[in-house]
């Protein structure tokens, strides 16, 4: 990033992302990747008699930011129009004598390959860290509100009663799977190469199995095992869909507090700064969701990012150089926004406002219609027909009304009251035995994802 932001066209520059996963991806921090991975090289090939050690030694000691500098690398390949010759030529100066050994044996991709693995070893344990936070306080949401009754809604209409508790483990158990997605993909994606021109490793020469491994091991990660000039592009199209998938879960979130926080319902609401925040420039009333908004627009764009890799698994033969421009683009803003978008989930939901007389409200305005499946069913084993005893509360919640017209209409009902006493028609149109049901299921939700966020 340069010091005069009004030249900066990019959002993820100044307006989105965290700074710390920004600078995953500077040209700082991926020429010191590729540094290591030269560096790693160079000891292995000492270790196994290839180069001599004190050269190796030299290698090691110059493959640094602070010798090899980005503007040295960047001075290079204006004139060699090639990233990794520059960087090889760059550090080959720093390291005098010595530097007639960088790079001996390998290609271009076996560096860049092996640094953008251990770039995603950073990621990952980002990605991990803003699931597994933003999972807990799903968890602890649902805790809190296990037994607030809401209204279940299907098609945007009421439905039967639910918890709000329930709604979130819901959310928390979602999140929690994508947590083990990652975990299961992890070592698919950490996977680097050093096997020279098109995989095979000949230019190493009898040591070509064993130096990779030992760069490998070194630099922890696994070889591909059948590279050809690329590490697999399946790898980086399945974590790029993986992307799109945590994406799609945060625009289901977000979308669940902006429906719910519509003025006509008002169930919940997230954080909003009364001191200070502003909500529209000209309607002074507005408290919008502008987060979970920003949230929605940012997972859409993630979601969009997950089709270059896909396409990019298309190579000419052993490789062709069509995937390398979007690459740069799509993995750093694609990590950088997923990573944005989960962090201020964290903050919409550890904040959030739940207006729980408000639910309350909702429930008692279907005057009893949200719990006609309980009166169906006790109809049903007491001798009705399935069938008929729908078609009877369907006729008589037809038209709405006012609070507890169901109940009101059902005791006046012979064809109910020959089999459920009127006193008791209020019993089991009372939401409370559903919000029973849903409270202990969130506590048994809650147990499981519990055990999955152990450390």
């Known amino acids: 990033m340069t010091s005069d932001t009004g030249s900066l066209i990019c959002p993820l520059d100044f307006r989105y992302g965290r700074a710390p996963v920004r600078d995953l991806f500077s040209r700082e921090a991926r020429l010191g990747r590729a540094l290591a991975v030269e560096a790693a090289l160079a000891s292995v090939q000492a270790e196994l008699g290839i180069v001599p050690k004190d050269d190796a030694a030299a290698i090691d000691a110059a493959a640094t930011t ?32 010595a530097g007639r050994w960088v790079h001996y044996g390998a290609t271009s991709a076996d560096i860049t390959e092996t640094a953008q693995a251990l770039e995603f070893q950073a990621v990952v344990a980002v990605l991990r860290d803003d699931l597994t936070d933003l999972a807990r306080v799903l968890v602890d949401l649902a805790r809190k509100h296990r037994s607030t009754a809401e209204v ?30 990652l975990s299961e993909l992890t070592p698919r994606l950490l996977v680097g190469k050093m096997a020279g021109a098109v995989g095979t490793g000949a230019g190493f020469g009898l040591h070509a199995r064993t130096l990779e491994e030992k760069v ?47 003025t006509e319902l008002s169930e919940v609401a997230e954080p909003f700064d009364e001191e200070r925040q502003v909500g529209s420039s000209t309607m002074a009333q507005k408290r919008n969701p502008i987060v979970s908004e920003n949230v929605t627009s940012l997972a859409r764009l993630v979601r969009a990012f997950a089709l270059p890799p896909l396409e990019n698994m298309v190579q000419w033969h052993e490789r062709d150089l069509a995937n390398s421009a979007n690459e740069r683009i799509v993995i750093p803003h694609a990590v950088v926004l997923t990573d944005d978008l989960l962090t201020k989930l964290r903050e919409v939901f550890a904040g959030l406002r739940v207006d729980a007389s408000r639910m309350t409200e909702e429930l008692a305005r279907t005057g009893g219609a949200a719990m006609t499946e309980n009166l169906m069913l006790v109809l ?71 055990r999955a966020l152990r450390p």
């Open 66 to 97: 602070t010798r090899v500098t980005v503007e040295r690398v960047e001075e290079i390949e204006r004139s060699t129009r090639h990233d990794v010759m520059a960087i090889t030529r760059a550090l080959a100066e720093a390291a005098g004598p």
């Open 152 to 181: 279940g809604r299907t098609h945007g209409q009421h439905g039967v009663p639910t918890t709000f508790g329930y709604k979130v483990a819901g959310m928390a158990a979602e999140v929690v799977r994508h947590r083990t997605r």
């Open 380 to 450: 049903t084993s007491r001798g009705l027909a399935r069938g008929e005893a729908h078609e009877l509360l369907r006729t008589l919640s037809r038209g709405g009304g006012g609070e507890a017209v169901l109940a009101e209409r059902a005791r006046a009902d012979p064809r109910v009251t020959r089999l459920i006493p009127p006193d008791e028609v209020d019993a089991l149109l009372d939401p409370r035995s559903y919000v029973a049901a849903a409270a202990a299921k969130t506590d048994h939700v809650l147990a499981a994802l519990d």
């Open 216 to 262: 490998m091991a070194r630099l922890h990660l696994r070889p591909d095992e059948a590279p050809s000039q690329l590490v697999g592009r399946d790898r980086l199209a399945e974590f790029a869909n993986f992307l799109a998938l945590v994406a799609a879960t945060a625009e289901r979130l977000s979308t669940e507090v902006r429906n719910l926080q519509r």
